[in-house]
């Protein structure tokens, strides 16, 4: 069993990145530079968007932060995704979900021009993706087949089951999964709340990818001998060993699963890492994407 | 078994469409009114646009053909699609596919204002459909999913094998027969030229949807006893027995699948007659749909 080490692939990213950074400077081009929007102080929130704004320092990207309270109307929001738009200086940007209850978040994301939506929640994004055509891809499923490329592992004619069909992991890593490509050429299985005899798919599986959000819900008679587990979830499971009273948990029961995989994603340390540096990778595409 | 009768189904449902222009008329709304384009003098596009044309005028619908030869311009086609996006009395069109190879046929469908995409083909409605919201879903998908409605096949929960991963079947109605809705709500498998051991994964389907072009694929031991097979397939097969010469031939070897079968789609008179009963109904939609 060797460990997918997202934490270690993550950094050498950044790094890699920082030097494309730096090769820009040199060559005079523009330094990439990445906007977030954040509504309200939702503690979640606040972490993520602190982390994506001090990944950017890291890797010499520009960076602006955009706050509102909560309170903040649709309208104001709208007027702001429309100046970002217009702003070249801006290449990406990206709004932080969840927004307030009286705030349309599919209307927020319509409104971000797609050439700027570093985020790839458009609709033009995932119809784009799913086409096979240049586009940006939403930063969990673009990062787990980042990490399977990093390992060179196999996916092409390999079945590949994805558990949950969300719109910003199941359903579109699913769809890149089965692209004529590498990572893709797999033969992919959706399943869902509905699926009847789940273990009967999963243990067909060549790959799994968990993201339902449900902890520790995949277990060792789910798994075939020798696959490959890719683990999405991250919930805060109550926990009296840790100090903040939670421990984040994955949808995988990671000590009797890991001893039959070849390749298996800890939670945290797996995926979780990658999701920022698909954003990052996103804004660098952002200063050269052709439509 | 039963047969499915796509041809009986789309006459009713051209019935029911005819209806609803008649009640659009006595309420003083607008006639639906569809537009195609047609490039050139190829046998099969004359065939299938000359088909689409009598049949908005089966069902009471205004139609426009616009005609170029071979060798129209780029520039000019657009500005065509430019003019129709703008019409108002024009509520969809199409333009008929394949185009001359000096014209990029995504160019031309991404200048098609979305809500006039009465095809499907345009990036946001792929995306769109993808993510559960309102759109055009193109012809066969949305044909193949009306025939399940119409003999009230149940999908929930149901393991559904698409064979083909195209853009403009087997990727959307993949795509769809896996959204939480009826009919949808099934564990979908795409399967395509690089699958290992097909055969093991559809005798494990309850609904198989052949869409990979092949003539007579799918055999009989590659079938569950009681599945509903969908035959996508619809390849011109050279006949001493018909007096054109050819033979329309589906993905499925008919005589021998078929008693294995609850239900089965025949080629011709299955699929095929649903692609035009769906563009008309996406013409209607069109004339109320609210993105």
Redesign the interface.
């Known amino acids: 069993m060797e460990l997918i080490d997202g934490k270690a692939i993550s950094e050498a990213i950044k790094k890699e990145i920082s030097e494309e950074v730096q090769k820009r400077v040199q060559e005079g081009k523009k330094i990439p530079h990445l906007a977030a929007i954040l509504v309200g102080h939702d503690g979640g929130s606040e972490t993520y968007v602190a982390h994506k704004v001090k990944s950017c320092e890291q890797v010499g990207f520009k960076s602006t932060l955009i706050r509102f309270e909560d309170n903040v109307s649709e309208e104001e929001l709208l007027q702001t995704v429309e100046k970002l738009n217009n702003d070249d200086e801006i290449d990406g940007f990206i709004v932080q979900l969840p927004l307030p209850k009286h705030i349309s978040e ?1 209307k927020i994301i319509e409104a971000i021009d797609y050439r700027k939506d570093v985020d790839g929640f ?7 993706s ?4 240049t586009s940006f891809v939403s930063a969990t499923p673009a990062g787990i087949l980042e990490l399977l490329k990093r390992y060179n592992i196999e996916t ?2 390999k ?1 590949c089951v994805v558990i949950g ?1 969300s ?1 910003i992991v199941g ?1 579109p890593v ?2 890149l999964m ?3 490509a590498y990572p893709g ?8 709340s ?3 005899n789940l273990a009967d ?1 999963t243990r067909q599986a060549d790959i799994i990818i968990a993201a339902l959000g449900q902890p520790e819900f995949l277990t060792a008679e789910m798994v075939k001998e020798g696959a490959v587990v890719i683990d999405v979830g991250t919930t805060r499971v109550p926990s009296d060993k840790t100090k903040s009273g939670w421990k984040l948990t994955g949808d995988v029961k990671f000590d009797e699963v890991a001893p039959k995989c070849s390749y298996i994603t800890p939670v945290p340390g797996g995926v979780g890492p990658m999701t920022i540096v698909s954003l990052l990778k996103n804004t660098l595409l952002a200063t050269e994407i052709e439509f």
Chains 1, 2 share one sequence.
């Open positions: 599919q458009h609709p033009i994004n995932v119809g784009r799913s086409i096979g055509l092409s004619g079945h069909r719109n359903k699913a769809n089965m692209q004529k050429d797999a033969t992919v299985t959706v399943c869902h509905r699926t009847k798919v």
